[in-house]
């Protein structure tokens, strides 16, 4: 079992910065990929970054690419995503999620654990 917890959202002006952090305990954090998702009012669930266990990989929604930055860091057991340049529209509660596997994918489906979410919201 892995608990995640999720801070760092707020509201921020656009053009504005907010780094989010996911802390995780349970089982080893070395060997799961995790992943960031977000999900706006009315919408469905939606990717934006993943991370390998190894952090040799990483993916970004073509939305957030040049924009938002995963890392992770295994020997604290945190991960974490630095957004910059924020949008109204990246405005939603992002959820950090970690999946059994190294690999670092896009699917929601493919996760295991997923935190409680936290809000990020982005003005005009």
């Known amino acids: 079992q892995v608990q995640l917890v999720e801070s760092g959202g707020g509201l921020v002006q656009g053009g504005g910065s907010l780094r989010l952090s996911c802390a995780a305990s349970?089982?080893?954090?070395?060997?799961?990929?995790m992943g960031w998702f977000r999900q706006a009012p009315g919408k469905e669930r939606e990717f934006v970054a993943a991370?390998?266990?190894?952090?040799?990989?990483?993916y970004y929604a073509d939305s957030v690419k040049g924009r938002f930055t995963i890392s992770r860091d295994n020997a604290k057991n945190t991960v974490a995503l630095q957004m910059n340049s924020l949008k109204p529209e990246d405005t939603a509660v992002y959820y950090c999620a970690a999946r059994r596997g190294t690999t670092a994918q896009p699917m929601g489906e493919a996760y295991d654990y997923w935190g409680q979410g936290t809000q990020v919201t982005v003005s005009s």
């Open positions: 349970g089982r080893t954090f070395s060997y799961y990929a």
């Open positions: 991370i390998s266990w190894s952090r040799s990989t990483t």
